[in-house]
């Protein structure tokens, strides 16, 4: 007779993710809440209660009732989302409710057959690595010894967050200033947790605002819900249909944005959180900072430096954002990988407020996303970055893993005027351009990052970057 080896569950930079019916399974569920659980009462011993929440995909209503009942027989009450919704809004319940945490049912932007766990902890960012490694010990221990501490059974309570957030939002976005623009937009929350958040606070304030995808659709469709360029043919067709200013959309959880030009051009992430930095500094007055992920453009640097800001650095996943955002030392954060926040607002990614506040700079600015990013290109030079991946077989992998470790002295056959180890590789050059590498923790990837001051010399040194992983 052979043992079955359990799945070891481990959360990465954004929760547990697994296929469903692989993976993802409901014995794989109760192992995962047994340790959150664990985590939850070994922080507050009695008197806990943890948020439950999801986005809308498959069986996400039944995941929600099992960590339901088992955060109850610990004694923890569960503070249940019928709805689904989005994950800053789950963020936000966790401070204005003062729970201990939650648990959130969702896959964000990966394809529809999987699932996930993301563990907020009480002050509604994303848990950090000491947490989510002691989250990992309890499910072990669990699967050691699966008992249920005794405790008084907690009664589950039905909470509904939407409009307290959507309250939160309607402070922090000029919705007058889109009103009096008399701009048409257009909303693509691609079947996700958004559906009825960006599109209801505009009508309620008086913008004509055409929305698609907003039935509940497990399969997203046939294709993940990510707000990528190439995913978001249909909301180009409606921008040209009604004539919109622009195009906002978010991913299956809402924390991840896509924005669209009026003349159908995607602007990538890099762009719009530069862009909604140069804005908030000169709107709002800011001056307490800006963060960034290593791999997240130096146009941000360079804004940084003309506005006299500091910046910091992180490395990659947005809960060493969150923790800037918790100690006010920045104004705005932001991830190439489409997540950002502001200041006093959550600790986590907020696609719902990132189009909005973009919906407000285009209406304010009276010009499009592209005329904002030529103005700021005047100000402190162009910048052209690109992010591609590359897979790799284990020679390959193991020869480079060991070329990550080398300090080169140049790279092609440009000075390297610094190296930054925060996160993987980056390689900073004399002329101002940069490369950056990362492999991937969970498949035989490495993500190569990279950016130059020209289309020309970045074409040059995306060749040069994969170059340098195959030689």
């Not at 995808?213 to 009604?242: C, N, S, W, Y």
């Not at 290109?377 to 992010?387: H, T």
């Not at 289309?455 to 040069?464: D, H, P, Q, T, V």
Request: a neutral charge; proline letters at 5%; aromatic letters at 8%.
């Amino acid at each position: 007779m052979t043992t079955q080896t359990q799945t070891q569950i481990k959360f990465g930079t954004s929760g547990w993710r697994a296929v469903m019916a692989e993976e993802f399974t409901f014995a794989n569920v109760h192992r995962a809440v047994h340790g959150i659980s664990r985590y939850v009462a070994s922080q507050k011993a009695s008197g806990a209660k943890v948020i439950v929440g999801r986005d809308p995909r498959f069986l996400g209503e039944s995941f929600c009732a099992v960590a339901a009942e088992i955060l109850s027989s610990y004694g923890i009450t569960p503070l249940v989302i019928a709805e689904p919704a989005p994950t800053p809004t789950i963020s936000y319940a966790v401070i204005q409710s003062k729970a201990d945490g939650a648990i959130n049912f969702t896959a964000s932007h990966n394809p529809p057959e999987y699932s996930g766990i993301k563990f907020s902890t009480p002050d509604g960012a994303p848990a950090l690595p000491e947490a989510t490694k002691t989250i990992e010990a309890a499910i072990a221990a669990f699967d050691a010894n699966p008992q249920t501490p005794p405790a008084a059974k907690a009664q589950a309570q039905a909470i509904d967050p939407k409009q307290m957030y959507l309250s939160r939002l309607r402070e922090i976005v000029d919705l007058d200033a889109i009103k009096k623009a008399g701009i048409k937009i257009a909303f693509d929350p691609m079947w996700g947790s958004a559906r009825g958040y960006s599109d209801t606070l505009l009508r309620d304030a008086g913008v004509t605002v055409a929305t698609i995808h907003d039935t509940r659709d497990v399969l997203f469709g046939g294709h993940a819900p990510e707000p990528d360029d190439h995913l978001l043919q249909d909301l180009h067709h409606k921008m040209r249909e009604i004539g919109a200013a622009i195009g906002i959309a978010t991913d299956g959880d809402a924390d991840r944005f896509g924005i669209v030009d009026q003349d159908g051009t995607f602007l990538q992430p890099n762009y719009i959180i530069a862009l909604l930095f140069d804005y908030l500094v000169e709107t709002r007055g800011w001056k307490n900072g800006v963060g960034k992920s290593v791999a997240t453009t130096n146009l941000i640097n360079a804004l940084a430096e003309r506005h006299k800001i500091e910046l910091y650095e992180t490395p990659v996943g947005f809960k060493y954002i969150g923790e800037l955002i918790k100690q006010d030392k920045i104004l705005i954060g932001g991830e190439e990988s489409a997540g950002l926040s502001i200041r006093q607002h959550v600790p986590e990614k907020d696609g719902v407020l990132a189009g909005l506040l973009c919906c407000e700079m285009v209406a304010r600015r009276g010009a499009s996303l592209g005329a904002l990013l030529e103005q700021v290109f005047g100000k402190v030079g162009s910048y052209y970055p690109l992010r591609e991946n590359f897979r790799l077989t284990a020679d390959v992998k193991a020869k480079f893993t060991e070329k990550l470790r080398s300090d080169p002295g140049e790279f092609h056959g440009i000075k390297v005027a610094h190296v930054v180890r925060i996160d993987g590789l980056k390689l900073v050059l004399a002329d101002g351009s940069w490369v950056c590498y990362r492999l991937s923790g969970t498949e035989p990837v490495v993500r190569a990052y990279s950016e130059a001051r020209s289309r020309e010399g970045l074409a040059k040194l995306s060749a040069a970057a994969k170059a340098w992983i195959f030689s």
